[in-house]
């Protein structure tokens, strides 16, 4: 009889606990594919973690609460709204009711678009976990309301001498950061980070000139770009180069052009100017130079060689500075990763 009993229990017990992994699973809204998923992350994140998040946006978007969407922003958006631009906003001001029925109708995702993190509705909102301060984020809105930075008049193209400045031209940290780290070594500069951002404090003192040094690479690198050389078409991206084709296309307000070095292999170049800059200012940001600062703008600049990387843009501010002996060369005074950040500089002088 106490067999009959025991076998009795176990049956009750299994069917119990069956029932209650059975119920738990019905209340996950992720697949065990998601979950392999996450261990190949090495589970920074959990994917029931990442649905929730995506729905408490959705709840957000639905209340139109803007300034609760924004609380989860951390520092400023790669792309979309400044927070200060939002201060005095309703939500009907930055985002259409197509916008917002299109992402409340979207399902929250379990998994990450590869390195790139979560997205809602086709990349209307990308959002991320912190690793570190272990906290989810949103770091992109696109499709909101764009903000005007300059009521001025802009030029489409920085021309000199009547001769159009080409994206390639213009130097910029590559991806990579190699071409600032051989300046950093060659001028034994110790702070790379503050260097990266605000190159022109360093040229005329640490860096004593503006001329191109030898890489370790054997090549010829440079910060600020030679005007003649630049029109001569010897100048890439922080290179010196054997002369390239000198095209250029202009669309959507941008000056375009690519350049390749066979058949398979090209890199398409960029730039919009984005605010005309202060003359007092542009020789503030550079004061060791000795010239003069002739004309300066803020400018997003850019490139892109194909693959899923995509663009690689940042946001900086060139001086056009003419030497003693007339020498032109366009400098870089300060760089921003982040549009909005510049932006932020620039409302924060004016």
């Keep these: ?182 300046f950093v070594k060659k001028f034994g500069i110790k702070n790379y980070k503050d260097f990266s951002k605000n190159p022109g404090k360093y040229l005329g003192k640490q860096i004593p000139h503006l001329e191109p040094i030898n890489a370790s690479w054997d090549e010829k690198i440079y910060l600020a770009a030679p005007l003649k050389q630049c029109f001569e078409g010897n100048l890439r991206n922080g290179s010196i180069v054997d002369t390239i084709n000198m095209d250029f296309e202009i669309s959507n307000k941008s000056i375009q052009n690519k350049i390749c070095s066979s058949k398979f292999s090209c890199t398409e170049y960029a730039y919009t100017i984005l605010f005309k800059f202060p003359l007092e200012k542009c020789k503030k940001l550079a004061p060791y130079i000795n010239g003069k600062c002739e004309e300066s703008f803020l400018i997003s600049v850019g490139s892109y060689s194909g693959g899923s990387l995509g663009w690689d843009v940042s946001y900086n501010i060139y001086g056009l500075f003419s030497i003693n002996d007339n020498t032109k060369y366009i400098v870089p005074l300060k760089n921003f990763y982040k549009k909005n950040n510049a932006v932020n500089y620039i409302k924060g002088i004016n």
């Excluded at 992720?30 to 392999?36: F, N, P, Q, V, Y």
């Excluded at 957000?60 to 958006?77: A, H, N, Y």
């Excluded at 678009?113 to 906290?135: A, P, Q, T, Y």
């Design 1 to 182: 009889m106490n067999n009959l009993y025991f076998l009795i229990f176990t049956i009750l017990f299994c069917l119990n606990s069956s029932l209650a992994i059975s119920k738990e699973k019905s209340f996950l809204n992720c697949t065990e594919k998601d979950r392999e998923y996450s261990e190949f992350w090495k589970n920074y994140y959990n994917p029931e973690e990442a649905y929730n998040f995506g729905q408490t946006i959705k709840k957000l978007v639905k209340e139109k609460d803007l300034k609760s969407i924004f609380s989860l922003v951390k520092g400023e958006l790669t792309s979309g709204p400044r927070k200060d631009y939002i201060k005095d906003k309703k939500f009907s001001d930055i985002f259409s009711e197509k916008w917002s029925n299109s992402l409340l109708e979207s399902k929250p995702p379990c998994s990450p678009v590869g390195w790139r993190g979560f997205m809602l509705n086709n990349g209307s909102i990308w959002f991320n976990k912190d690793k570190e301060n272990n906290k989810w984020y949103i770091f992109s809105i696109l499709g909101a309301k764009k903000e005007l930075i300059s009521k001025k008049k802009l030029p489409i193209g920085w021309k000199v001498s009547e001769k159009t400045i080409l994206p390639h031209c213009l130097s910029s940290e590559w991806m990579s950061g190699d071409n600032y780290e051989e």
